[in-house]
């Protein structure tokens, strides 16, 4: 089995940077394809991109240019960047093994105003 923590999560104020971490830990090397969701209060969980082993990574069209999804194989970890924060990033977001109903147990990233 694979369990995920993400972990960065915080205040920041509007104008501010993220920069998320999600660390794979017991058979993670058989880990492929890991996304990033995040899930804002009252709304539905977006899917906001994901990294292959063998591939640049991917975004949803909605927020394309707007993240930066990275990772470090070695460390098992994934992570995701946004600059120039504003109101709408705020959100719980929660990393997840694709195909699998394996997810961490989010990090809520809230701003302060």
């Known amino acids: 089995q694979v369990q995920l923590v993400e972990s960065g999560g915080g205040l920041v104020q509007s104008g501010g940077s993220l920069r998320l971490s999600c660390t794979a830990s017991?058979?993670?090397?058989?880990?492929?394809?890991l996304a990033w969701y995040r899930q804002a209060l009252g709304k539905e969980r977006e899917r906001l991109g994901a990294?292959?082993?063998?591939?640049?990574?991917t975004y949803a069209d909605s927020v394309k240019g707007r993240f930066t999804i990275s990772r470090d194989v070695a460390k098992h970890t994934l992570y995701l960047q946004k600059n120039n924060l504003t109101p709408n990033a705020t959100a719980v977001y929660s990393c997840?093994?694709?195909?699998?109903?394996?997810w961490g147990q989010g990090t809520h990233f809230p701003l302060s105003s």
């Open positions: 990294s292959r082993l063998d591939d640049v990574p």
């Open positions: 997840k093994i694709a195909g699998t109903p394996a």
């Open positions: 017991g058979q993670a090397t058989m880990v492929n394809v």
